[in-house]
């Protein structure tokens, strides 16, 4: 009964794992960059470094005379202030029923940001939609997220000397018995990082995935729903122009409101210029908690008067924010997002690694045999999926500093980074049955990333290590940091990949996946 | 404060490792068990896991302290994993010069 048990438990985590393998290494690497999204934003932004940053510039009512130079229309404004990782302040609006357009400004807050890029936004959105618009995005990685949970579960059934082998890494035995080991260690030490974070990630949208609960109490009524479950206060446009109270004596008053020297984040203007307007002023999240803790002052937009007040969250609510802030890692500061970073390595590492075993096991029985067709794209696609999109990474960071000024950035920098991925992705096909295959890639990866710092360093003035850490500008100096810390990893196993075919080659005559050409050098 | 618990837990994984035949005999090189020693490797180690847990809650509070804690066990964890095959001796030296060396650079 037992072992019936683990058996098919292990052809569930074997295929479970496999096929959604490719799309869980893109969510995990590019959650993993999303520790630093805001810091990779700022990076590719160089033009702001020099500026002083809130050298006392930064004010609403500033920021909101920008709004109506560029869009006198509109029924929503939404402005945000710097913030200590997302120093340059925002500036947003929508009409009803449209997108909603948002801009950053210049660090001194006085001009908006022309020549924009999509900075560290194109990973988070890769991570929680793999950057598809619509719905089906989400949906595929909710698919992939439930897959991760039950590959999981199963690994921890199916992994009989989960203690025993708790701290075993044989390198030097054979190349599958190192892929196991390197796929169990990656898995169990971070193993309640791993549970939690796909997990909560999947609470993050239960409305998209059941929304069952909330159609059966709200009649389907979604903004009905979050009004209940957030509380907060609208009103309709009354139909005649009226001038719009200074902002910056509302923010004050909202502050003093909440005291111990919380600050205003965000203030949001529904229908400006209209006798209704109306001033929301939403706090900043409070620096000593995980859940995300909303607050927010509303105020009439023409004489001032306070009309609302944002209740605390219920508790069930309350719940929803402390599992959703687990996986946001905007708490705690730099310790906590660096830590972040190295499980989510960890955890790239342990789904390239399970990738590589299910390789590895089938190597002799399928070269040996004649269907190896399947064996051989499901080898290329691993390296498409992995080193494609590490390289492709790079090379977005790369083209942010090489692209001449005139270009428009976002796109280019965009269709450069599906370019290099759809290019080393037809190499990964192409070189699919050569051993050299995993380090050719991986040492153009590491190639490529270890040059991100010398590249800034010829290319900027003030955005290189040599300006950033003596400034002590942690954030800047982070993503050349984390550039570096990635080409060294991935040419330390370029490297002993590089050993370790030598090795076993000569050991095990193992020599039938060379093509004819290498098997002589 | 970091570097502190983070070689705590470092020292206590060391132990709970050092606790376990096969790998003392890998990293010592005795041919015999240390059937004597082995019950003070692991109570010693999970006393240590205990010590780094409090550290973390004493220097981040409830909240954080968990959570930062759980990170700090995988890095400690993942280093000495990978430490271990390739400088044994060097893995289970740095179990004590890590926290000596923590506690230097606090008190500094």
Known sequence: ?521 | MLLLALSLTYSAYTLLCLSMPKHYRHVTGAAADHRRSRRLFRVGGWLLIALSFASCVQAAGWQFGPVQWVGLLAAAGVLLVFLLPYKPKTAAGLAVVAPLGALLVYWI
Not at chain 1, 232 to 258: N, S, T
Not at chain 1, 329 to 334: C, I, K, L, M
Not at chain 1, 356 to 382: C, D, P, T
Not at chain 1, 437 to 456: F, K, R, V
């Open chain 1, 1 to 521: 009964m037992k072992e019936r048990l683990i058996q098919s438990m292990a052809w569930l985590h074997t295929w479970g794992g496999l096929l959604p393998g490719w799309l869980l290494f893109v969510i995990f690497f590019a959650g993993t960059l999303s520790c630093f999204d805001k810091e990779i934003s700022q990076w590719m932004r160089p033009s702001t470094h020099a500026v002083a940053q809130n050298g006392g510039g930064f004010s609403f009512d500033r920021s909101l005379r920008l709004v109506e130079e560029i869009a006198p229309e509109t029924s929503s404004i939404w402005l945000r202030a710097p913030m200590e990782r997302d120093p340059l302040p925002i500036i947003g609006w929508n009409n009803a029923g449209q997108e909603f357009d948002y801009h950053y400004l210049q660090a001194d807050g006085g001009t908006v940001l022309q020549n924009n890029t999509r900075g560290g936004d194109l990973f988070f959105r890769l991570h929680y939609r793999l950057d598809i618009p619509n719905d089906l995005g989400v949906f595929l990685v909710g698919f992939a997220g439930m897959c991760m949970l039950v590959a999981l579960v199963t690994g921890v059934i199916i992994h009989r000397r989960i203690f025993k082998d708790f701290f075993t890494f044989r390198p030097k035995g054979s190349k599958q018995r190192a892929w196991l080991d390197a796929h169990n260690v990656s898995s169990v030490l971070p193993l309640p990082f791993h549970l939690v974070i796909t997990y909560t990630g999947l609470v993050i949208f239960f409305l998209t995935y059941f929304p069952a609960g909330m159609h059966s109490a709200f009649g389907g009524d979604e903004e009905k729903f979050y009004k209940a479950a957030e509380g907060g206060f609208h009103r309709e446009a009354g139909g005649r122009p009226a001038p719009l109270h200074a902002l910056d004596p509302l923010v004050a008053r909202a502050e003093q409101e909440w005291g111990d020297g919380q600050k205003a984040l965000w203030v949001n203007i529904e229908h400006p210029g209209d006798s209704n307007a109306v001033v929301v002023v939403w706090r900043a999240q409070p620096k000593d908690e995980i859940a995300w803790i909303s607050d927010a002052v509303y105020f009439d937009g023409v004489s001032g008067a306070v009309l609302h007040r944002l209740e605390p969250a219920g508790i069930g609510h309350h719940i929803e924010h402390f599992l959703s802030g687990l996986h946001f890692a905007q708490f705690g500061g730099q310790t906590i997002r660096w830590l972040y970073l190295f499980m989510g390595l960890s955890g790239c590492l342990m789904i390239a690694s399970g990738m590589g075993f299910w390789i590895e096991k089938r190597r002799q029985r399928h070269v040996l045999s004649n269907a190896a067709a399947g064996f051989f794209l499901v080898r290329g696609l691993n390296a498409a999926a992995i080193t494609g999109l590490i390289i492709a990474s790079a090379v977005y960071l790369l083209s942010n500093r090489l692209l001449p000024a005139g270009v428009d950035h976002a796109a280019w920098e965009l269709g450069l980074f599906y370019f290099s991925w759809i290019a080393a992705s037809l190499h990964a096909l192409a070189r699919a049955k050569s051993q050299r295959l995993w380090t050719e890639q991986l040492w153009t990866a590491a190639i490529l990333w270890g040059s991100i710092p010398l590249i800034n360093l010829l290319t900027t003035d003030n955005s290189h290590l040599l300006a950033t850490l003596p400034a002590g500008q942690w954030s800047l100096a982070g993503v050349d940091l984390m550039a570096i810390l990635f080409g060294l990893s991935l040419g330390a196993v370029a490297w002993k990949l590089r050993h370790k075919k030598m090795h076993e080659l000569e050991s095990a005559g193992a020599g039938v996946l060379l093509a004819p050409r290498e098997r002589q050098s």
